[in-house]
């Protein structure tokens, strides 16, 4: 490992700006950007096109395990493909978000996307990852591990905006916590293990959360 290596785990809750703020984060540290929960949303939209039936555990693994899955690790190029299909604006569709913890949930279909970040990891020498259980599964040695987290009302306010204020609250509040919820049965994403350090921006803007990030990573760098 080389002085300038660098991996950066970002976990947190739905609407906490984990995206955002990651690839920020990774264009001012001159490094690749992981969105893994695009991952699971690109596998559920695989797994939904073949008409696989999200009940069944056993297809739903299986098709992860087949699906044909590249995603982009530019932080300024978004762009995921299924089957060289681009679907990088279907998989943020409300039909996905309100299924993607049928998979998300799903331990054998979550171990095959567990095996690939880690492989997509590897292949970088400085990258920024986030997700849910970037910092305790996925890279739990990596050099800087943040749970990025804000409250309930900053979160539903933030997912709204970023959808374009097309969803009801409803819809917003089974999309943040209600799939919150569900996926926690799996993994814990709203308390920080040994190690990690936690940045609550409810009060802070886009700008202040990420230097709070930068300088989070600072520390973890230099203890």
Request: aromatic share 2%; glycine share 6%.
């Amino acid at each position: 490992m080389s002085e300038n290596t660098l991996v950066v785990a970002i976990d947190g809750p739905s609407g906490s700006g984990k995206s955002s703020v990651s690839k920020a984060v990774a264009r001012r540290l001159g490094a690749a950007y992981l969105d893994t929960g695009a991952m699971y949303r690109a596998v559920t939209f695989a797994v939904l096109a073949e008409g696989t039936d999200l009940n069944d555990a056993q297809a739903v693994a299986e098709a992860v395990e087949q699906a044909d899955l590249k995603i982009s690790t530019d932080p300024d190029q978004e762009q995921v493909l299924i089957a060289g299909q681009n679907v990088t604006e279907q998989i943020r569709e409300p039909r996905i978000s309100e299924q993607v913890s049928a998979v998300a949930t799903n331990l054998q279909a979550r171990a095959e996307l567990v095996r690939r970040q880690q492989q997509i990891i590897a292949e970088h020498e400085r990258i920024v990852a986030e997700g849910r259980d970037i910092t305790t599964v996925v890279a739990p040695d990596a050099q800087a591990r943040i749970l990025l987290t804000a409250s309930e009302e900053a979160r539903l306010r933030r997912r709204g905006l970023q959808l374009g204020g097309q969803q009801s609250q409803e819809q917003l509040a089974t999309q943040v916590i209600e799939r919150d919820k569900k996926d926690s049965t799996v993994v814990n994403f709203t308390a920080a293990a040994d190690g990690v350090i936690t940045v609550d921006s409810s009060e802070l803007d886009f700008e202040q959360t990420v230097q709070a990030v930068l300088d989070a990573i600072g520390a973890a760098q230099q203890s």
